[in-house]
T-cell receptor, first 114, second 114 residues
């Protein structure tokens, strides 16, 4: 059974800092890994999707890496801003299942203070 | 703008009183998903539709049912809500369930059971 863990559960940083969020998964047989952002009381917004054959993806100040063999992914946020405050969830798509079944972690709650 | 819409955003119901949550999409996607997310927990897939084909997760309680009358709409019916069913319910879509696709999430419906 695939399990996804995110550490830390919460993180507080001052504005401008670079930071790393961690995601680990127990079964390396995955199609892809996604990072989502969730604002309080809202739905999920996809940030980055990394295919199993890729090592990293970048979008603006965000960089996500994937080491499938070790079951780890990181989300790097450069020059953090108060608007980055949200919960960040990672999710893996399991192989040999239909229709993009995602298994989510419980998220890291990020607070960036001005 | 194309999007995933959920109504209502907040729903209060009484213990045991049936409730229906609504999701609609303008993306013309084939696949629609319902997730349950309890406080500080990971979203958990309840079921999904590929077109009209219904796929239930093995551990989804019988108390939860779903209908998809057409491509655009999908409903989540909770036949006899219990206190443990209080959660955020997230609807999502994807084009065809392929491995490289992103899931698009609605804003969610927060359900409170009194």
């Amino acid at each position: 059974k695939q399990e996804v863990t995110q550490i830390p559960a919460a993180l507080s940083v001052p504005e401008g800092e670079n930071l790393v969020l961690n995601c680990s998964f127990t079964d390396s047989a995955i199609y892809n890994l996604q990072w989502f952002r969730q604002d309080p009381g809202k739905g999920l917004t996809s940030l980055l999707l990394i295919q199993s054959s890729q090592r990293e993806q970048t979008s603006g100040r965000l960089n996500a890496s994937l080491d499938k063999s070790s079951g780890r992914s990181t989300l790097y946020i450069a020059a953090s801003q108060p608007g980055d405050s949200a919960t960040y969830l990672c999710a893996v798509r399991r192989m040999n299942t239909g229709f993009q079944k995602l298994v989510f972690g419980t998220g890291t709650r990020l607070l960036v203070s001005p | 703008d194309a999007m995933v819409i959920q109504n209502p955003r907040y729903q209060v119901t009484q213990f045991g009183k049936p409730v229906t949550l609504s999701c609609s999409q303008t993306l013309n996607h084939n696949v629609m998903y319902w997730y349950q997310q309890k406080s500080s927990q990971a979203p958990k897939l309840l079921f999904h539709y590929y077109d009209k084909d219904f796929n239930n997760e093995a551990d989804t309680p019988d108390n939860f049912q779903s209908r998809r009358p057409n491509t655009s709409f999908c409903f989540l019916d909770i036949r006899s809500p219990g206190l443990g069913d209080a959660a955020m319910y997230l609807c999502a879509t994807s084009a065809s369930g392929g491995s490289g696709e992103t899931q698009y999430f609605g804003p969610g419906t927060r359900l409170l059971v009194l």
